[in-house]
């Protein structure tokens, strides 16, 4: 069971209306090392690993989720004002023709999601280093992102989630930790 | 009810500030979980954000609704400002 609270998990601003850096955010919104990816990657491999790390799996998962909500705010503030024809102008031609402006899950290119970039492998030890992975690769694609940007308010916000990926992952770290550890104590007894 | 306006704004951010470090202090007691200290802290936190949405909900509404909040009449949880919209 989810609760949904009436709030972002952090401020997003925006200075203006700008149609191409929204184009690039969709990458964190619906791409292979995206927001979504990272949810459901998480809260589904939760069933499946030791009791020690599920908590941490159900946690982070859940705090992608309000991730999710701060791209497609950032998204949805940045093209809100925008005409057809900057849409255009902007590379999200295309994407206007289907959706209007509506939010879409895909990468920067337009392609749609694919579970096929998220993993559940059965292994603890394989399904946390996906993680750890992932969470370094978004760690990376928000820094791209700001450097394509001069907003100071945008930057703020997308700061705040590379900052979230270092932590993730630093916990993810830990669990691996946690579980080698338990796997030799099991070899001594 | 108010919509947003007044101290719309700084209080939301108050609500983010202490939920921030909650979400913080769960993930690394998640790993840490003998922390003494950091579960102290992560109590005094619960506490003061139970204060601050308290408040927060009185003046805006509720922030929360599958009976985690009260409601006033009429109904007020499908009324805007939603979060993307302020």
Not at chain 1, 36 to 57: E, F, H, M, S, W
């Amino acid at each position: 069971m989810w609760i949904y609270e009436k709030k972002l998990q952090y401020p997003v601003r925006v200075s203006k209306c700008d149609v191409r850096m929204a184009k690039f955010l969709i990458e964190q919104y619906g791409g292979a090392d995206g927001e979504l990816a990272a949810a459901l990657r998480y809260l589904n491999q939760r069933y499946t690993v030791p009791d020690k790390v599920i908590g941490l799996l159900n946690d982070i998962g859940t705090e992608e989720l309000a991730h999710l909500e701060m791209i497609a705010t950032m998204v949805y503030k940045l093209t809100k004002d925008a005409t057809a024809e900057e849409m255009e102008r902007c590379g999200l031609g295309a994407h206007y023709a289907n959706h209007d402006k509506a939010l879409f899950y895909g990468n920067a290119a337009g392609v749609p999601w694919t579970a096929t970039y998220i993993q559940a492998k059965g292994d603890p030890i394989a399904d946390l280093y996906e993680d750890i992975a992932a969470e370094e690769k978004a760690r990376a694609t928000y820094q791209w992102l700001i450097n394509m940007t001069d907003d100071t308010d945008l930057k703020d916000s997308l700061s705040f989630l590379r900052e979230r990926e270092i932590v993730h992952s630093q916990r993810f770290r830990e669990a691996v930790e946690i579980l080698k550890e338990e796997r030799e104590r099991k070899k001594v007894f | 009810m108010k919509k947003t306006g007044d101290n719309y704004y700084d209080l939301l951010l108050e609500i983010q500030q202490v939920d921030f470090v909650i979400i913080e202090l769960n993930l690394y007691l998640n790993t840490h979980p003998n922390d003494q200290a950091a579960i102290a802290q992560y109590n005094e936190c619960v506490q003061r954000s139970i204060q601050l949405k308290r408040n927060f909900e009185a003046l805006y509404g509720p922030l929360t609704s599958f009976g985690y909040s009260f409601s006033p009449t009429p109904w007020q949880w499908g009324k805007a400002p939603w979060p993307w919209q302020v």
